[in-house]
């Protein structure tokens, strides 16, 4: 395949992509539209400027009897520590793993596993491979990669599976996540310049 040809199809994962979090996200606005219009009108029958209003008079909430101190029993917070580059890949490649082995009954997603493996000699087994950070490499390797994935998003059962799958966050996270640390190992490191105090 051409350079062309891995550009329209890297430019097709990135549209699905897109496409999926953009619709993740009207879902999520709608909902929280209609959760804030149900809280609104959520059984109070007097309003001002579509403010509820409630007339009832706040119930006394009990009061606890005095505590004697007691220097033996502090509490102690722990700041949870941020995972490391390579955990969070780690965890990233986990989480799409885990999000593909819910679709792996389905069988268009069956279809075109099985289609995948066959046509890179069973190099790339699932559409996991392709979220991931090896995406150039493996299109550069089997250009018949492409055409698998056209010929399987013709079909609108496994375009629809393929749209759900996108539209997970955690899957949409997860992949940036992953091209991201690709990106940052593909380009060299830039000297930053020296603050002046």
Do not use: C, H
């Not at 097709?12 to 219009?37: D, T």
């Not at 799409?96 to 087994?125: H, R, W």
């Amino acid at each position: 395949m051409s350079k062309k040809s891995y550009f329209l199809i890297a430019v097709m994962l990135a549209a699905l992509i897109y496409m999926g979090a953009a619709r993740g996200y009207q879902w999520y606005e709608r909902k929280a539209a209609e959760k804030a219009a149900l809280e609104a009108t959520d059984g109070n029958a007097f309003t001002f400027q579509s403010v509820p209003v409630s007339l009832a008079a706040p119930m006394p909430e009990p009061v606890s009897r005095p505590v004697a101190f007691d220097p033996a029993q502090t509490a102690i917070f722990l700041e949870t520590v941020p995972l490391a580059g390579d955990k969070q890949q780690q965890q990233a490649q986990e989480t799409i793993e885990s999000i593909l082995a819910d679709y792996q009954e389905d069988p268009q997603m069956k279809k075109f596993n099985e289609n995948l493996s066959e046509a890179t000699q069973g190099k790339v087994e699932n559409l996991g491979a392709l979220g991931g950070a090896e995406l150039i490499k493996i299109l550069q390797e089997n250009p018949q990669v492409g055409k698998v994935v056209q010929e399987s998003m013709q079909n609108p059962e496994f375009a629809k599976t393929v749209e759900q799958i996108f539209t997970n966050p955690q899957f949409v996270e997860s992949i940036k996540q992953l091209q991201g640390a690709a990106a940052g190992m593909a380009q060299p490191p830039q000297s930053q310049p020296k603050n002046a105090q």
